[in-house]
């Protein structure tokens, strides 16, 4: 009797132990899965931003100052320091115009306009505050940077290396970790620029 009730005992500890490795293992893959999905930390978020390898994505900028209000579409690619590129989408009096950075060099082409005229009156066009590359190098060298957050958004902000007076805000919807929206304020000039991420892509692998 005695040794069919160790048996059995063992055999109910056994069941229980098997029951507990099972959880385990299936709680750690739940985990990991919710972790890859939409479920990251802020910090994770904004890490992700932050290490960007690539990004694609078609913008919508509105740019409004004291002298004028511009609205355009550009498509913009990033692959890296040395193949950075927008070209304007709308309007369509300088759709095709292309902004190639290479080496932290801007250049402009389009031989069959006045690219003159596109200085004048696209300033913020022919700089890079456009790029999201240009908000993550102003983020890490920043002093000032920090990120902060409700229900739905992360919101993160820094300043211009060059110009202590741009500010920038990159709001991030949660879900997807996707940028939706960059707020570029100079409150020397009194200009506010306004980005829409219509369609991006971040990839930091």
């Known amino acids: 009797m005695k040794n069919e009730k160790k048996r059995k005992i063992v055999i109910v500890c056994f069941i229980v132990t098997l029951i507990l490795i099972v959880f385990l293992i299936s709680y750690f893959f739940m ?4 972790k890859i999905g939409n479920n990251k930390s802020s910090q994770e978020v904004v890490d992700n931003i932050l290490n960007m390898k ?7 900028v509105e740019v409004k100052s ?6 355009y579409v550009i498509k913009q690619e990033y692959n890296g320091e040395n ?5 304007v989408l709308e309007p369509s009096n300088i759709k095709g115009v292309k902004i190639t950075k290479k080496n932290d060099e801007l250049k402009l082409e389009n031989t069959n306009l006045n690219l003159v005229s596109i200085f004048e009156n696209y300033e913020y066009l022919s700089e ?3 790029d ?3 908000f993550i190098s102003d983020y890490k060298e920043s002093r000032y940077s920090k990120y902060k957050e409700n229900e739905d958004e992360i919101i993160m902000e820094t300043f211009s290396q060059n110009d202590s007076k741009i500010e920038k805000d990159l709001y991030i919807n949660r879900k997807t970790g996707m940028p939706t929206k960059l ?3 100079d409150t020397n000039k009194k200009t506010a620029v306004y980005i829409l991420y219509r369609e991006v892509n971040v990839n930091s692998k």
Request: net charge negative; hydrophobic share 25%; glycine share 0%.
């Open 66 to 71: 004291n002298k004028n209000q511009n609205k």
């Open 31 to 34: 985990v990991k899965n919710l």
């Open 128 to 130: 890079n505050h456009l």
């Open 183 to 185: 707020e570029i304020n």
């Open 83 to 87: 193949d950075n590129y927008q070209e």
């Open 54 to 60: 690539t990004y694609e994505a078609e913008i919508e």
């Open 132 to 134: 999201l590359d240009s």
